[in-house]
């Protein structure tokens, strides 16, 4: 995972809490990802980065908000989490069309 | 719809062997197939990025192979260690801007000393 930071490794909310999952990169490359990680369903695409102050809806963007204010951060937001935000969160970027992937941020909302 | 499937879901194989886990997908445009490793409560670790053009790619013990046109990819592994133990995903990127990966849902791989 080395180039790709996330805080925090776990969170617990309460429905209806916010907050606000922390990437960060220091490989200095454009294109950034948020995926979702649950059971059964592989991962799946949240939003995309392609380049600074630009982001783009994926697959299962609903109950998110992205932010990508400089090159090297993406953050993603929960602005009122739900039980089906339960999952465990990736950031991700792209070099040469291989990504390389965070550690993950384990979110429990109960 | 584009969708990847890897079989089987789990696998258990002794300590030695060889084994292929494999990884067919219903669009056979793609750009190019990465394969990932993932250890319990971890992050996923690249293994190997197969292009489109390529038919198979090596790295120590592993290959993956590419069959565009039968839409499947193979990752061989050679003389297995329990350090292999994981879960291997697959994924499909079929380019453009967003580079964005298709994956499957992973096979777990546990291998008996």
């Known amino acids: 995972n080395a180039g790709v930071t996330q805080t925090p490794k776990f969170q617990v909310l309460k429905t209806g809490q916010s907050m606000t999952l922390q990437c960060a990169q220091d490989m200095n490359h454009n294109s950034m990802y948020w995926y979702r990680q649950d059971p059964g369903m592989g991962l799946r695409l949240i939003y995309y980065?392609?380049?600074?102050?630009?982001?783009d809806k994926g697959e299962v963007p609903n109950g998110y908000n992205v932010s990508r204010l400089n090159k090297r951060e993406f953050s993603l937001r929960l602005e009122s989490a739900a039980p089906s935000q339960t999952s465990v969160y990736f950031c991700?970027?792209?070099?040469?069309?291989?990504?390389?992937f965070g550690p993950g941020t384990r979110l429990t909302v109960t | 719809k584009q969708e990847v499937t890897q079989i089987p879901a789990a696998l258990s194989v002794p300590e030695g062997e060889n084994l292929v886990l494999n990884c067919s997908f219903t669009d056979s445009a793609i750009y190019n197939l990465q394969w990932f490793r993932q250890d319990p409560g971890k992050g996923l670790t690249s293994l190997l990025l197969i292009q489109s053009s390529q038919r198979e790619q090596t790295s120590g013990r592993l290959n993956a192979s590419l069959d565009k046109s039968s839409g499947r990819s193979t990752l061989y592994i050679a003389a297995s260690q329990p350090g292999d133990s994981a879960t291997y995903l697959c994924a499909v990127s079929y380019g453009g801007a967003t580079n964005k990966l298709i994956f499957g849902t992973g096979t777990l791989l546990a291998v008996q000393p």
């Open positions: 991700a970027l792209s070099r040469a069309y291989e990504q390389y």
């Open positions: 980065s392609a380049s600074e102050g630009t982001t």
